[in-house]
């Protein structure tokens, strides 16, 4: 079978590159030893066309800025599904690069939608956020099959759409390789994620380690983002006098994120929307436990109270009394590691690609 893949995200793309990009090469990668896979997906710098894994990608738009390379992807990728031949498109949508694939194709489309954005676009973009808000009000209105990464967000959109046809709930994997860590602990609390302020939540992380009455304790944030959120990143580190207590390691490799997450003491997400986060399950495989906050995704990556806990969005206080509370019990953190672990194994790419792919199936047999 010929399957059509659009996503702006990217693992290479040095300003995005997130969870999204990677869920969409783990499952395609497994789909090209049967099938014909094409993805689409923007341009960043240095980038070219490639087959990596027998999955061809195609890289569309401008590599000059981050806003172009979106821009111009959302305006050239029409043009590429009205040319593909493929038996069905699969459409990884952002409101930040919207591709309404329904508009310039009959054929079958499934939108995979990770989490709703809403009104935290005017939070994170002001008045311009109006058009993400509105972009997103589109999408929920004109698509009809949906596959999902949490029955949290499953759940909000069968309330939400009343003419949808399918709706598909199939998580997010974790690499085995993360299995085999070597666990220790190096006395230091870690993020990793894009560097994405406002989304991450790093704004409240900061302010909340901050408050950490143990001071020779460290904090290690990993990722990579745009330069501009970096840098912003690092004055505010300045300015809360964190600089010999909080590490910025930058983008690692897959061994080195595996070295970062199982050296941890436990890993932090205190973000304000997510879709699942592939991280909380990373760091649980690592038998890491994981504070993240109550929002839809998170809720249902991390079990709460045994293979992490969570906390209210947006409340560094909050944070700062369950991030005290690992550090001074040891044996806490590792009660809820060994949870986590056994949790986390739950999530294997391999039949998560063959639940994907049998509902490609059922979408293309019911021609809907």
């Not at 061809?56 to 981050?66: A, E, N, P, Q, V």
């Not at 498109?89 to 591709?99: A, C, E, L, Q």
């Not at 309404?100 to 009104?119: A, D, L, M, Q, R």
């Not at 909000?156 to 666990?183: A, E, P, W």
């Amino acid at each position: 079978m010929e399957i059509f893949h659009l996503t702006y995200d990217d693992p290479k793309n040095k300003w995005c590159g997130g969870g999204g990009g990677v869920r969409a090469f783990e499952i395609n990668k497994r789909l090209a030893k049967e099938h014909e896979i094409t993805v689409i997906t923007g341009k960043f710098p240095n980038s070219r066309n490639e087959i990596i894994d027998n999955v061809k990608f195609i890289r569309i738009g401008s590599s000059k800025s981050y806003l172009l390379s979106r821009i111009t992807y959302s305006f050239l990728a029409p043009f590429y599904v009205l040319k593909s031949e493929a038996k069905i498109i699969i459409n990884d949508f952002s409101v930040f690069s919207p591709v309404f694939c329904e508009i310039f194709t009959e054929k079958p489309v499934i939108n995979s939608f990770y989490h709703f954005v809403g009104k935290h676009s005017f939070k994170k973009y002001s008045f311009f956020g109006i058009i993400s808000f509105l972009v997103e009000k589109i999408i929920l209105r004109i698509s009809r099959n949906f596959i999902t990464i949490s029955p949290s967000v499953a759940e909000i959109l069968k309330k939400r759409i009343k003419r949808v046809k399918r709706i598909k709930c199939i998580y997010t994997g974790v690499s085995d390789n993360m299995f085999d860590s070597n666990i220790i602990d190096d006395g230091y609390i870690a993020f990793m994620g894009r560097i994405d302020i406002y989304m991450k939540g790093i704004d409240i992380l900061l302010k909340a380690f901050n408050q950490i009455e143990d001071k020779n304790i460290k904090l290690k944030i990993a990722g990579k983002g745009k330069e501009k959120d970096i840098n912003i990143i690092k004055k505010m580190i300045e300015k809360l006098n964190l600089k010999n207590r909080v590490d910025f390691l930058g983008n690692l490799t897959e061994e080195e994120k595996k070295k970062y997450l199982s050296s941890s003491m436990f890993v932090v997400m205190p973000s304000r929307f997510e879709g699942w986060g592939i991280v909380a399950i990373e760091a649980q495989a690592c038998e890491k436990a994981v504070i993240g906050t109550d929002i839809p995704g998170l809720r249902d990556a991390i079990k709460d109270g045994e293979t992490g806990i969570l906390v209210e969005p947006d409340n560094p206080y909050a944070l700062k009394v369950a991030m005290q509370s690992l550090i001074e019990d040891k044996d806490k953190r590792l009660r809820i590691g060994k949870k986590g672990k056994h949790w986390a194994k739950n999530f294997n790419w391999d039949n998560i690609a063959k639940e994907q792919f049998e509902f490609y199936k059922e979408i293309i047999n019911n021609k809907v």
